[in-house]
């Protein structure tokens, strides 16, 4: 184990193996790959406050995203809103449950899962959490980080509001809602939340131990 | 976000300390012994079984995602197609029932004079998807088959095209408010159809490709033929 203590100054780039040496890097910078450009470490800006701060503001402003109704047609005299998980629920009950399922998962599952894990992990860090079963569930949720922030679709739903906007302006009148409002605000709030994440960062944690 | 400034920070090992009497011109962390927890990136010593510091199983390479990466891309071109050619909605108006392909769809926003649109549509259905196909297909070969391309921009189109690749998901969303929103009967009534699944595995494939390739493979390959591009 202690052989690796000489290595603490080399890191690999993840694209191309290559190693080189780490140095401190001057804030807002990020240190690329001299051979292939992979971004390799930024500097370690992450706070615990300013995201827990950020985490509570998007749960509260996810209830009326998914709860209030984001489009709103008039057509010769009717009127039809839809939520984002209706708009979703619509797709599944006309048979095409894999479209159903994708746009579920990108616009509603997703951003929750990724709101409640990194509050779940901020909360650990920030109360210190020794227990073995929250360094295990913390070390979990860092695992399996990066497949749920994949899968967080928020900015394209909200260029997608647009294009079917003006999609359907064709042939009626568009409104939009206050759930148009919230959900544009809670992808607003996930963008911070997540520039002000770092994963590196968040692993450093368990290392300490 | 000053990012040039950052690059020349950072030199290859090699230069720094050199291990040898002729130090290689790029020194690899498997000729190092050393190699990346695939789950966490902590370095790692390549003789150990699990990673220090999440336990996860230790690999130096995967040579069998050059093959996987194939085989998920192959099945996505053939979705494509199907996804290019099958209806992905259709519309009723007024008694009237017509079916949009992903093109035709687009040639309609054109004739009605929403240019801005018909761009991010036509960027998001059809450009992505394709550009992503061929990207990563030109990427596999320059592995499997050692074409000599420039690594260093082989690796900017493959970060590209993982970046751009989820925009795809656009199309489904717009399909699914469509869906929802118009339903009055006879009147004007719109229903996905064949083609909406076949896009949404499009994106999941493609996905799936970029997501299990080892890059690492690329850089390798060539590193044997003192290549340095």
Same mark, same amino acid.
């Given at each position: ?57 998007? +749960? ?77 569930? #913390? ?17 394209? #739903? ?34 911070? +939340? ?10 450093? #944690?368990?290392?300490?131990? | ?25 790029? +020194? ?202």
């Amino acid at each position: 184990m202690h052989e690796l203590d000489d290595h603490d100054s080399i890191i690999l780039c993840r694209s191309c193996d290559l190693a080189v040496t780490k140095r401190a890097l001057p804030s807002s910078a990020r240190a690329i790959c001299p051979r292939c450009d992979t971004v390799l470490y930024d500097s370690p800006y992450c706070s615990i406050n300013g995201m827990l701060a950020l985490c509570l503001a998007a +749960l509260i402003i996810f209830i009326p995203a998914n709860l209030l109704p984001v489009l709103e047609i008039h057509f010769l005299g009717s009127v039809r809103t839809t939520t984002v998980i209706e708009a979703a629920i619509a797709v599944w009950a006309q048979g095409y449950w894999v479209v159903g399922l994708a746009v579920l998962v990108a616009a509603v599952i997703a951003p929750a899962v990724l709101i409640l894990s990194i509050l779940a992990q901020v909360i650990i860090v920030k109360l210190k959490l020794q227990r073995s079963f929250w360094q295990r569930t #913390y070390t979990t949720l860092l695992k399996n980080q990066g497949l749920i922030a994949q899968m967080t679709m928020l900015e394209i #739903y909200v260029i997608s509001f647009l294009v079917s906007a003006f999609q359907l302006s064709d042939f009626s009148d568009v409104f939009f809602g206050m759930g148009t409002f919230s959900f544009t605000m809670l992808f607003v709030i996930i963008l911070f +939340l997540q520039r002000e994440y770092n994963l590196e960062h968040m692993w450093s #944690y368990v290392d300490e131990h | 976000m000053s990012i040039d400034q950052s690059t020349a920070a950072n030199k290859p090992v090699s230069q720094v300390m050199p291990r040898s009497e002729n130090p290689p011109k790029h +020194l690899q962390g498997n000729q190092l012994g050393l190699c990346l927890c695939s789950v966490c990136k902590k370095l790692n010593v390549t003789r150990n079984s699990h990673c220090r510091r999440c336990f996860s199983p230790l690999s130096t390479r995967n040579y069998a995602s050059v093959q996987q990466s194939w085989a998920l891309l192959v099945t996505a071109t053939i979705l494509l197609v199907l996804a290019n050619i099958y209806p992905i909605t259709l519309l009723t108006n007024r008694g009237v029932v017509t079916n949009d392909t992903i093109f035709s769809g687009i040639s309609h926003l054109v004739q009605t004079g929403m240019f801005p649109i018909a761009i991010i549509v036509f960027t998001a259905s059809i450009l992505v998807p394709w550009l992503k196909i061929f990207g990563l297909a030109t990427y596999l070969a320059a592995i499997s088959f050692n074409l000599p391309i420039s690594k260093r921009k082989l690796m900017v189109g493959f970060h590209i095209i993982e970046w751009i690749g989820r925009w795809s998901m656009l199309d489904l969303f717009v399909i699914s408010l469509t869906v929802a929103l118009v339903n009055m009967g006879q009147l004007l009534d719109a229903k996905p159809a064949p083609a909406a699944t076949a896009f949404a595995l499009v994106i999941l494939l493609t996905q799936l490709a970029a997501k299990v390739l080892d890059t690492r493979l690329l850089w390798d390959r060539l590193e044997k033929k003192h290549d340095t591009n």
